[in-house]
């Protein structure tokens, strides 16, 4: 099994729908959560951190299930820029960045 | 743009042969983290180096293996080249080894093919 599982998608989305990814981890003993972005064909980049309380950043929410042991990241109102891989992240009790496969987006107009 | 510059940018190489990637960190980071990333895959953590000592290792073989620099850039050095080890090879730069957030700067990656 798996460290982090996504579901790699790919998301088919027309603009200004809402799509929500979720993945889960194994490790229950994980310690910190993220969501980052990749383009296609360049690095990742940061979207955001998840907190066990929930937190938002315009139209992106992001929530921490730790008793299922599982993360989710909603987006609203998708735009064509938010076509993108997202990579879900856990970092380990030994502070290792665990990186998912990714869940494909495309946004179509 | 991070400020995290990688070279080279991409390489062919053949089976048994050996590469060394460099990297270079945002100014103001003391940790840098070399990742493997196949073709479809997320990246998968190699090693991490804090203060010029390793000090985190992913389910690599030996034949991988790093430095940090007094400057606080790194050099990934990969030994006896395997078929499966092309893949890009990204670097990233933070702040404060394990005690840091976190967050990654990524580098744009070197991309190696193995023939």
């Known amino acids: 099994r798996k460290e982090v599982e996504q579901d790699p998608g790919p998301f088919n989305v027309p603009e200004g729908a809402t799509v929500a990814f979720n993945c889960t981890y194994s490790?229950?003993?994980?310690?910190?959560f993220f969501w980052y972005r990749q383009d296609c064909r360049k690095e990742p980049k940061l979207l955001m951190s998840?907190?066990?309380s929930g937190n938002e950043d315009g139209r992106f929410t992001a929530q921490l299930n730790r008793a299922s042991q599982y993360i989710s990241l909603l987006i609203r109102d998708s735009k064509l820029s938010d076509s993108a891989t997202y990579l879900c992240?856990?970092?380990?009790?030994?502070?290792?960045?665990?990186f998912g496969s990714g869940t494909r987006l495309l946004v179509r107009p | 743009e991070t400020g995290v510059t990688q070279s080279p940018t991409h390489l062919i190489k053949t089976r048994g042969q050996q590469v060394t990637l460099r990297c270079s960190s945002q100014?103001?980071?003391?940790?840098v983290s070399w990742y493997q990333q196949a073709l479809g895959q997320g990246p998968q953590f190699i090693f991490q180096?804090?203060?010029?000592?390793?000090?985190g290792r992913g389910n690599f073989p030996p034949r991988f293996s790093g430095l940090q620099f007094p400057n606080y850039s790194s050099e990934l050095n990969v030994n006896a080249l395997e078929l499966d080890d092309s893949a890009l090879y990204l670097c990233?730069?933070?702040?404060?080894?394990?005690?840091?957030?976190?967050?990654?700067?990524f580098g744009e990656g070197s991309r190696l093919t193995v023939l």
């Open positions: 990233a730069s933070s702040w404060g080894g394990r005690a840091g957030t976190g967050e990654l700067f």
């Open positions: 490790n229950s003993a994980s310690q910190s």
């Open positions: 100014s103001g980071h003391n940790t």
């Open positions: 180096y804090y203060r010029e000592e390793e000090n």
């Open positions: 998840v907190y066990s």
């Open positions: 992240v856990v970092r380990d009790s030994s502070y290792k960045l665990i």
